[in-house]
């Protein structure tokens, strides 16, 4: 069983009308806002379950497989936020995701979230093990159990019919995105390494490399689609050129980390079998809306942004990487520098620019600001229990904690963070303008 249902708490009772809907009419359901936000959290925790034990959802897939989790949470709440849209027909591509018939009909929110999320985890981790997917049904039928205590059938009905109808309209959309089977073919059998002066060359024996064709996928914000990543310092094996210098400043300092430096580089490495770089930003999402005790509208407005972000920045950074095929760090210096040098993390299978980890961070340092504010303090208990907590007086020294992690391990250049943060950001910022409060 789940941890964290201990204290649910739901208004079942029919409020006051509220106007809900673009019309201005009244609303026979409760608002969004009369409940607790549990039910987002405890389906988010089975989310990143489900990424750690699930072979094949790398960075990007998990990435991807939390936005669409954090779009259907928001479209199966929204209905009740009378201050806010659905995002159909505002999103790159989204359209014909049934509505809500909040003046003939009334719904308990969290049920229709519980059915949206427990429908789309069921097909996007259909590739997990037996044992995980009747986890799935197992909270499932704990959140069925719980809410349907204190409402009619009818309202039962009207909210598992809505829930399931707008997940299965948004696992649509994403079939048609160009991802859908990436956990399946994460390394494509077939593909040829592009060659070339200063090109990416395999660091292991994972010879293809991650996901090569990601960066063609479809956003999931349309202006998210043009390139804000500037280009890389020009490649040179020259001493003087700034190339060189970059390289050389990464292997002077790979040798005299501090302890610190390098418990920053392993708290934030996010290998296989863990949370991934994506699933711990949403974690840290998570610990922070729970320390507030944020309502369920707050939660499913974070979670959105969050998602969506995440999202569009692995598309965005995995089509920088099979556009410049950038050498990584530990080929340059064994080829210039020193022959027997190794980075204190193992380099990932795929090109060097511009990093992940950064582009990620830039994109959820951007939300988190607007949501509560740059002078934020906080702790990353990700690894409680493992690792030390982490803590940050704001997000952006969160975020450039999580980018410099991958110049501390040796695996990134600093202009490929530096880039990738700023391009994260950017990204962020086309979702934030994004038309979703009225």
């Known amino acids: 069983m789940l941890i964290g249902l201990s ?27 009369n409940y607790e936000s549990v039910v987002a959290s405890d389906w988010l925790d089975m989310h990143l379950l489900l990424i750690k034990a699930t072979p094949g959802f790398t960075p990007p897939v998990a990435a991807r497989a939390l936005g669409y989790h954090s779009l259907a949470l928001y479209e199966s709440v929204v209905y009740g936020m009378k201050d ?8 790159n591509g989204l359209s014909g995701l049934p509505a809500a018939d909040t003046v003939g009909k009334e719904y308990n929110w969290p049920l229709v979230a519980s059915t949206a999320q427990y429908t789309v985890l069921k097909e996007i981790y259909i590739t997990a093990s037996d044992r995980n997917k009747a986890k799935i049904d197992s909270l ?88 804000y990543l500037d280009q890389p310092i020009s490649f040179s094996f020259e001493k003087s050129s700034d190339f060189f210098k970059e390289a050389k400043s990464l292997y002077e300092n790979s040798q005299k980390l501090t302890a610190e430096q390098k418990a920053i ?78 980075p204190l993390l193992n380099t990932p299978p795929f090109p060097e620019y511009a990093s992940g980890h950064s582009t990620a961070a830039g994109a959820v340092v951007a939300i988190l600001e607007d949501a509560f504010g740059k002078k934020y303090a906080f702790d990353d208990i990700t690894y409680f229990g493992t690792m030390p907590n982490r803590k940050y007086a704001d997000f952006e020294s969160y975020g450039q904690e999580t980018s410099n992690s991958r110049v501390y391990g040796g695996i990134h250049y600093k202009f490929s963070c530096d880039n990738g943060y700023k391009n994260g950001k950017k990204i962020a910022e086309n979702v934030l303008k994004l038309k979703i409060k009225k």
């Not at 029919?14 to 969004?32: F, H, I, W, Y």
């Not at 997940?167 to 160009?178: E, F």
């Not at 999202?311 to 095929?325: E, H, P, Q």
């Not at 050498?327 to 022959?339: A, C, F, G, H, Q």
């Open 84 to 91: 806010y849209n659905t995002l159909n027909g505002k999103l």
């Open 140 to 227: 499932k039928t704990v959140y069925e159990n719980k809410l349907k205590v204190g409402i009619t059938n009818v309202v039962i009905d009207n909210s598992v019919k809505l829930g399931a109808s707008i997940a299965s309209g948004i696992l649509d959309y994403a079939k048609k995105d160009g991802g859908a089977n990436g956990h399946l073919t994460n390394y494509p059998a077939g593909y040829t390494v592009a060659t070339g002066i200063g090109y990416w060359k395999p660091t292991s024996t994972q010879k293809i490399p991650l996901l090569p064709n990601w960066g063609q996928n479809r956003p999931m914000v349309k202006e998210n689609t043009n390139n």
């Open 7 to 33: 204290g649910l708490s739901f208004f079942s009772c029919k409020k006051d009308k509220e106007v809900v809907n673009p019309v201005a009419q009244k609303s026979l359901s409760a608002p969004t806002s």
């Open 265 to 342: 580089a392993q708290y934030f490495e996010d290998g296989t079998g863990t949370v991934t770089p994506p699933g711990h930003h949403f974690n840290v999402v998570k610990n922070i809306l729970k320390s507030k005790k944020a309502k369920l509208d707050e939660v499913a407005l974070v979670y959105l942004k969050t998602g969506l972000s995440l999202n569009d920045a692995f598309i965005a950074c995995w089509k920088g990487k099979y556009t410049y095929n950038l050498m990584r760090p530990v080929t340059y210096i064994n080829e210039s520098l020193d022959k027997n040098w190794r």
